[in-house]
């Protein structure tokens, strides 16, 4: 097996027994971005000198003993609405193609302290604002798996990367289902973690109160180590938790039995693309045979939540982004009249087309003579939804069904059709409304060979039983199962480039 | 007739007052006055993306003095909201407020106008964080901001419409002002802009009920600008609505200079702000155990401190009002008795020269140049006949001018009171000589003359002879006559 091909754990033990420099590995990862990434479109910046820089730090600290991390000298990649002291970070808009933040997002720091290496950030729709990262002001990225297909999104970029082999891991950011819908779409693991586990600090907000920074990996287990190096308390985020984060890989073991598992009829019925639904049954059976007691239940209110989603997310949306205005940094228009026209101007020219919808739209529903239909509305459909989930939890440890209604579809399919791109989100917002952990790992692929992504949502906090039951899962239908036959797809897709 | 008899005017007031943390309401950045534009600031101060509010807890603590101290109630459940407009000075394009729970609400404070106290309800207190401010007119180019002020912890305290007068208007805010000082809340500092108030007028005539079309009036610095926007505003709605014209609901900016208001915008262009829950700050819970250690905590009030003058000094209830309502002097006043000096005595000092000079050289009362204990060192060695009581007013003006104690200045400048018949005889027997005429009419039982000539004395003297030896010499002399 190639370098990039190895998880998190090999390539550290390789870097333990001086098999392989950090540096050198580094530069391993640069080449084939260069190489690949001209096919791909994963990367807005490639931050190649810095990275270089870091290689040789980390060396020399993990030669003189002062670091002990599974993480340290693993090249990964950050989401560009991640905030990197001295690096661009765009969140792929036109209105930030110059922002440099002078400070590091929380979880960067974290991944700095293992001693991670940054190769640079990755693409993205425009503010994380679509599900399929063709909102990008500066480029598409395509599906590694089958290049006319869109790679998900608004975690396009990171997923992509991380199929690819042109980052071992990826920070991504979750809002809707921007990190379990691109895991899915391109073969990999994706955790959105529960409200509050990780720190926000520096990551630009879309909508706080669903925003979370989460990990996309190629396997559970480098799911979980990343989680555990990222989660836990920041006093610069008054939303963080100040429980004590449990060491997740203890949970990393091949045993469910007894665990309860619930499959709700609403994520199965007949607007699940057929072989999706196949890949939860046969998901079910895999559980069975290991021991765990699956069911089905059932959660009526599935109907309300895309649109109770999109209300509070967009009318927090409409206020995040309200800062962007030519003032203070990022884009200006050249030229303007006075303070409205520069603001008017900056804005109208600055962001893209789908931000702008979504913008309109969350003003519109916190404007006076509309806040109480739509969005205190929604606010209480929220509060439903979350006790409807709650009971859901009495009767079983996890909830279990597809990440999407659908596989990796054609670039260009659904861009034009918002609506039905938000409908892409209806398995994936139920954990966002309720803030619930969920773990997206990919469960086959379908007609097309594309992947098919499989969802545990867990209890609050309980990230640790997800992971346990994702792991039986994946050790089950056979390590990496997925990722060597992934591999050989991703070849074959850049040879016809 | 008098058309303004006939209408009540009513006034309700929001008063923005700049808490005295010393740090900003979401992040450690300094609330420092003055320095240099942007030096106070970091990437939250300013609306970088990513960056987070975190709550500063003494700020939901000032908050929670301010409310006791003006018999609120506190909310056990409070949370912040954001209020979106669009303004180069405020960097994320939402102030964070509070819309529908505010930390305190339902509260009052009592002030007497013309011997009758009336209660001035207070309908809510809440906390917000204030803005930065545009520099114009500066640079060719265009403007500049500065986000100095950006953040820094503020709150707003809204009354119901209880006031019928400007002068109602005063001594709600002075009340309120000296609270605020009292509790530490806020330093008021009006020049600074760390008190504002807008004032919400409408007048009706006095055989009216229902309450007339209101205005909003913003822009007001000081007491002075309240006063004359508030009699200027009433007086224009009253002579609008004798002509038959129609009062508006909008907004009115005082300008201060020409004593007139114009109209900002109307009611029909009235921002809508959108206001929704603040999800990046978690509501607050605030126990009854943390409000009642905070009420244990307050310092005596303005009203019990003047209530305490009168009956523990025996001050006329005119002084002790006027002490009392500026925390600096009371406090100024309280030392100086501390060191020693006789309560009447001093108050009579802080209200006859100390008020004056501070008038006089424009310096407020949180910075009179001497301390306490130079006051009460002065009312000493008055009390033990060392310093005449001209020389004493002298030494005072000294005092103020430079700080230097009061018994170095009368040694230095040599201003004891002389009090040896060897050195006043022969002045006054000069006195006399050069005075035949008044020495005249004293002989003839004018005994006024007495005073004049004793005063031909003083002057001689430089107003540093003992005033019994010098009478005493006077009548001995003048006898031989």
């Known amino acids: ?497 | 007739m008098n058309r303004e008899k006939d209408y009540e005017v009513v006034i309700g007031l929001e008063v923005h007052a700049e808490l005295a943390t010393s740090s900003k309401i979401f992040c450690s950045c300094s609330t420092e006055f003055g320095g240099l534009p942007n030096t106070h600031c970091c990437p939250g101060c300013i609306g970088m993306p990513g960056t987070l509010p975190v709550l500063n807890k003494n700020v939901v603590e000032f908050a929670i003095r301010a409310g006791l101290a003006t018999n609120c109630e506190i909310s056990g459940f409070t949370k912040m909201d954001r209020k979106n407009y669009f303004y180069p000075d405020l960097p994320r394009a939402y102030q964070i407020s509070q819309y529908d729970i505010p930390i305190c609400k339902d509260g009052f404070i009592e002030i007497e106008i013309n011997g009758v106290k009336k209660k001035i309800r207070i309908a809510r207190i809440h906390i917000e964080e204030d803005a930065g401010k545009l520099v114009h007119d500066q640079w060719s180019t265009g403007s500049l901001v500065d986000y100095n002020r950006s953040g820094v912890p503020l709150i707003e305290i809204v009354t119901y419409p209880d006031m019928n007068s400007a002068e109602e208007a005063r001594l709600f805010l002075e009340g309120l002002k000296a609270i605020l000082q009292y509790t530490g809340v806020s330093d008021c500092k009006m020049q600074e802009g760390s008190l504002r108030a807008d004032v919400n007028i409408s007048v009706k005539p006095k055989s009216q009920e229902e309450l007339g079309v209101r205005t909003e009036m913003k822009n007001l610095n000081s007491f002075r600008a309240i006063i004359r926007a508030i009699e200027a505003e009433s007086r224009r709605q009253i002579e609008e609505l004798e002509s038959g014209g129609k009062i508006y609901r909008e907004t009115r900016r005082w300008d201060d200079e020409k004593g007139v208001s114009f109209s900002m915008r109307s009611k029909e262009e009235a921002q809508d702000y959108r206001y929704f829950p603040e999800s990046d700050i978690p509501p607050v819970i605030i126990d009854s155990e943390w409000v009642e250690e905070i009420r244990k905590s307050l310092p005596e009030l303005p009203e019990t401190r003047k209530r305490r003058y009168m009956e523990e000094y025996g001050l006329p209830a005119y002084d002790a009002e006027i002490i009392t309502s500026s925390k600096a002097l009371s406090d100024f006043f309280e030392e100086t008795v501390k060191n020693g000096a006789n309560a009447k005595t001093a108050s009579n000092w802080i209200m006859g020269e100390l008020l004056r000079l501070l008038k006089e050289k424009g310096v407020e009362d949180d910075s009179i140049p001497f301390p306490p204990v130079h006051l009460a060192k002065l009312i000493d060695i008055i009390e033990k006949g060392i310093i005449t009581g001209t020389i004493a007013k002298k030494v005072f003006d000294n005092m103020f001018d430079s700080g230097k104690d009061p018994v170095a200045i009368v040694d230095e400048q040599g201003l004891k009171v002389v009090a040896d018949t060897g050195t006043l005889l022969p002045v006054v027997k000069k006195v006399i000589e050069n005075n035949p005429g008044s020495v005249a009419d004293y002989k003839a039982g004018k005994t006024k003359a007495l005073g004049f000539l004793m005063g031909q004395a003083m002057r001689e003297t430089k107003g540093k002879a003992d005033p019994k030896l010098i009478n005493q010499l006077f009548i001995e002399e003048l006898e031989k006559l």
């Open chain 1, 1 to 497: 097996m190639e370098l990039h091909e190895l998880s998190i754990s090999q390539l550290g033990s390789l870097i333990k027994n001086k098999e392989v420099s950090i540096p050198k590995l580094t530069r391993y990862m640069l080449d084939r971005i260069e190489k690949l990434d001209s096919a791909y479109g994963c990367y807005i910046t490639v931050a190649e000198e810095k990275a270089m820089e870091q290689a040789a730090d980390v060396q020399a600290r993990l030669d003189g003993g002062n670091l002990d991390s599974p993480l340290a000298g693993i090249p990964m990649a950050v989401k560009d609405n991640i905030c990197t002291k001295g690096i661009l970070t765009t969140c792929a808009s036109r209105m930030l193609y110059n922002f440099i933040p002078p400070y590091d997002a929380h979880v960067v720091g974290k991944l700095y302290e293992n001693g991670a290496i940054l190769l640079g950030k990755v693409n993205m729709d425009e503010f994380a604002m679509g599900s399929s990262t063709e909102s990008s002001y500066f480029k598409k990225t395509f599906n590694p798996l089958d290049t006319e297909r869109v790679p998900g999104g608004s975690s396009g970029g990171a997923a992509a990367a991380v199929a690819s082999g042109e980052a071992i891991y990826c920070l991504g950011s979750y809002t809707g289902g921007s990190i379990r819908q691109p895991a899915a779409f391109c073969g990999c693991v994706g955790i959105k973690p529960t409200y509050g586990l990780v720190s926000r600090f520096g990551l630009v907000a879309y909508a706080s109160s669903f925003d979370q920074v989460g990990p996309l990996t190629r396997t559970v287990s480098d799911c979980a180590m990343v989680l555990g190096a990222i989660a836990g308390h920041d006093p610069m985020d008054a939303t963080s938790t100040r429980k004590r984060i449990p060491d997740y890989t203890k949970a990393l073991v091949q045993d469910v039995r007894g665990l309860r598992i619930g499959i709700p009829g609403e994520f199965v019925d007949d607007s699940v693309d057929e072989d999706i639904r196949n890949a939860v049954f046969k998901a079910i059976q895999v559980f069975s045979e290991q021991g765990a007691e699956c069911k089905e239940i059932s959660i009526p209110v599935m109907e309300y939540v895309v649109p109770t989603y999109y209300i509070i997310a967009l009318a927090e949306a409409s206020s995040n982004l309200a800062r962007y205005d030519g003032v203070k940094y990022g884009y200006r228009t050249s030229e303007y009249k006075d303070l409205i026209d520069m603001c008017k101007r900056t804005r109208s020219e600055g962001f893209g087309t789908e931000v702008k919808r979504r913008i309109l739209l969350g003003t519109y529903v916190l404007s006076s003579g509309y806040f109480d239909a739509y969005y205190k509305k929604a606010l209480k459909a929220r509060t439903i939804i979350s006790r409807e989930f709650g009971r859901a939890f009495e009767e079983c440890d996890i909830i279990m069904g597809p990440v999407a209604p659908t596989t990796a579809y054609k670039i260009g399919e659904k861009i034009n059709d918002p609506l039905k791109m938000y409908m892409e989100d209806i398995f994936t917002v139920p954990a966002n409304i309720t803030g619930l952990p969920a773990l997206a790992i990919p469960a086959g692929i379908d007609r097309n060979n594309m992947p098919i992504g499989l969802q545990l949502i867990g209890k609050r906090f309980d990230e640790s039983t997800i992971f346990r039951a994702g792991y039986t899962f994946e050790q089950t239908i056979g390590s990496n199962w997925t990722s060597s036959r992934m591999n050989n797809q991703v070849n074959n897709q850049v040879k016809n480039k």
